[in-house]
């Protein structure tokens, strides 16, 4: 699996299959474009980004759904297999769209300090400060599941965009299982001790497969029929399916289901996630303006959601199935991106 280059990201509408997929709209395209030149106006990377942060990058759904106005929920990045010499990434040095203003923290479950505002999370998330937002809920996840919870998932991001920080978010996703209350708390950490193990094995650190088989089972049975994090569950066993089982079927399947788990939950980020996804099987069907337009979609819901880090993956896959002048433009782009992030997305950079 250490020939995989990029991140996973999305792909296919709610009712969808292949034939869902077919033609790309004009009105995307010109939403995406519209949306990539206002992110390039936007550009630099955030000035608040330490040098250890920028070469991070996301955070998952657990403290609060930390996602942005029009994306309840949080998505993490996953890696699919990409030919030799595929590129990846948006738009030069880019920032998410102004943030809105600061929420009111949340008072602490356990004493008289307040949570960190989601938002305030969300916008270290986008820009791929995962170590500065986790270092904001650490003081309270002694007492506070849902923040143990989001620590961790947020160093698990880490490790898919860095290739880095292993002990770390396992350490983390210890306290979270020990901090756990309820089945759905338990069901919450092992699905994130799913990805944590598929992370490992995408991207080579170690092949642990299996434990990321029989973690998300075992949040399958713990979760109730209707819980909102099922989506999420269903699109990272599609991840599974499709990159360790090889078997497309199965993945397609999983990814329609979250899909259109994400379309009723207003889940616009985890809704760029299974549209990439999706269109990633439409182009290997062979299927190339049904991957044009899913690829396309997933592009705008990341850039309208802000999520900065998530960019040039979703620009470098539209790369692979655009014309040779837009894909050299779109991967230059990707390039400079991936620069101002400090090497984030890491499977987007050539050594990779």
Known sequence: MS?????????????????????????????????????????????????????????????????????????????????????????????????????????????????????????????????EAAALLEPFTATDPAAALGRAALLVEECLFTAEGWAEAESALRQAEAAARSDRDRAAAACERGQLAYCSTLLGE????????????????????????????????????????HDRAAARAAYLRAHAGAERQNDDLLRSDTWRQLAGLAQQDGNLAGA??????????????????????????????STAAEAAQLRAEADRLVRAFGGAPVWLTPSR
């Open 3 to 131: 020939d995989q280059r990029a991140v996973s990201a999305g792909a296919a509408d709610a009712a969808g299959s292949a034939a869902g997929l077919a033609g790309l709209t004009g009105s995307a395209e010109a939403r995406w474009g519209a949306q990539r030149r206002s992110l390039r106006r936007n550009g630099g990377a955030p000035a608040t980004m330490s040098s250890a942060a920028v070469s991070s990058a996301a955070v998952p759904p657990a403290y609060g759904s930390p996602a942005p106005p029009g994306a309840p929920g949080a998505a993490t990045g996953r890696v699919r297999r990409r030919p030799p010499g595929s590129a990846a990434g948006p738009a030069g040095p880019a920032d998410p769209p102004p943030a809105p203003a600061e929420e009111e923290p949340t008072p602490g479950a356990a004493s008289g300090r307040a949570l960190p505002a989601p938002q305030r999370i969300w916008r270290l998330r986008a820009r791929g400060c995962w170590t």
């Open 206 to 245: 170690h092949d642990r497969l299996d434990e990321a088989q029989a973690a998300l089972g075992r949040a399958s049975a713990l979760l109730e029929p209707d819980d909102p994090l099922r989506p999420l569950l269903h699109y990272r066993r599609g991840l599974i399916a499709e990159n360790g089982l």
């Open 292 to 321: 044009r337009h899913g690829f396309a979609e997933s592009l705008r819901l990341r850039e309208e959601c802000g999520f900065a880090i998530g960019v040039a993956p979703a620009l470098a896959s539209l790369a692979e199935v």
